[in-house]
């Protein structure tokens, strides 16, 4: 049988502090699997792009993910598709996950992660692209540090609006506005021209770019790029989407110590990661033993 998580099953059993958690230990121990995380992509004859992360695999996890999304730039959700969640035992299918509520988690919540370490003691935090992914960064960073002020600007004055609403924050009208009066600047956009450039920022400031995970996508200017302290989540996966100088460190290393991260409080930062395979593998597990345990979701025999 096969259990199937529907978007409001997952935002039933799913919790940030947990989720962070989760993220926090998959980030120290998934360099111990030996075989690395693909991504693999391909074109569409449609508007959007076909995307498989194959495998998830973590470290005393005793199953592995593979997701299939489609990404429609124009709809609502942009990311479409499923997460297999297989027992490593048998290859039994234990669940199917909505892949846009479980990747919209996973990567906010370790961009939020990402950003708490590497930030400065400045709260004033600014979005750029107010979207699910952008969301789960702020409700994050919220569990992870206080927040002062909150700057909003999308391409959409109305999700701007909402999203300002929702957070107790306020509107802005270009991005270099946002980076003008924020310490943290968060982005999550689809853009392919640069957003920021350095002469749009000040010395002590955070940056976190979703942008970056796929070839051709750029928020930062290779300006800032070159003068920030660069870290991603995989060195090899990010080198591949080439938009990124090569990075100083990855997350892993610095929440292993093996890395200082931020040194100086005139630093400029910046997270950029791409997105691991294990990321899925950590929040669907989690989602799965909790509604196992709480009779959420529904089940199916596939092979029936």
Same mark, same amino acid.
């Given at each position: 049988m096969t259990l199937l998580l529907t978007r409001s099953d997952l935002e039933a059993v799913l919790e940030p502090a947990a989720c962070l958690d989760v993220l926090r230990d998959g980030f120290r121990d998934a360099d111990g699997v030996a075989i690395a995380g693909r991504r693999v992509r391909s074109d569409l004859p449609f508007p959007g792009t076909a995307t498989a992360l194959?495998?998830?695999?973590? =470290?005393?996890? =005793?199953?592995?993910?593979?997701? *299939?999304?489609?990404?429609?730039?124009?709809?609502?959700?942009? @990311?479409?598709?499923?997460?297999? &969640?297989?027992?490593?035992?048998?290859?039994?299918?234990l669940a199917l996950l909505d892949s846009a509520t479980v990747t919209a988690w996973r990567t906010g919540l370790a961009a939020a992660l990402g950003t708490h370490l590497l930030a400065g003691a400045g709260t004033v935090v600014g979005v750029v692209g107010a979207?699910?992914?952008?969301?789960?960064?702020?409700?994050?960073?919220?569990? @992870?540090? =206080?927040?002062?002020?909150?700057?909003?600007?999308?391409?959409?004055?109305? /999700?701007?609006?909402?999203?300002?609403?929702?957070?107790?924050?306020?509107?802005?009208?270009?991005?270099?506005?946002v980076a003008s009066v924020a310490d943290i600047v968060l982005t999550a956009t689809w853009s392919r021209e640069p957003l920021l450039h350095l002469a749009d920022t000040r010395p002590g400031q955070h940056f976190t770019?979703?942008? *970056?995970?796929?070839?051709?996508?750029?928020?930062?200017?290779?300006?800032?790029?070159?003068?920030a302290l660069l870290v991603v989540d995989d060195r090899e996966l990010?080198?591949?989407?080439?938009? &990124? /100088?090569?990075?100083?460190?990855? &997350?892993g290393e610095v929440l292993r110590a093996e890395h200082p991260g931020r040194t100086a409080d005139t630093d400029r930062t910046v997270y950029a990661p791409v997105g691991m395979p294990w990321q899925d593998l950590a929040l669907a597990w989690a989602a799965y033993e909790r509604a196992e345990g709480e009779g959420i979701g529904r089940r199916v025999d596939l092979l029936g």
């Open positions: 194959i495998p998830g695999l973590l =470290p005393g996890v =005793p199953a592995y993910t593979v997701k *299939v999304n489609a990404k429609f730039p124009d709809a609502r959700p942009a @990311l479409r598709g499923v997460i297999c &969640l297989h027992s490593g035992t048998d290859g039994e299918l979207g699910a992914q952008a969301e789960l960064m702020v409700r994050g960073l919220a569990a @992870l540090r =206080p927040r002062g002020d909150l700057f909003v600007h999308d391409t959409s004055a109305d /999700r701007a609006a909402g999203f300002a609403a929702r957070h107790g924050g306020q509107a802005s009208a270009t991005a270099a506005e770019s979703l942008g *970056v995970d796929e070839p051709g996508k750029a928020e930062l200017g290779r300006d800032l790029l070159d003068t990010a080198a591949g989407v080439g938009v &990124l /100088r090569p990075a100083d460190a990855t &997350l």
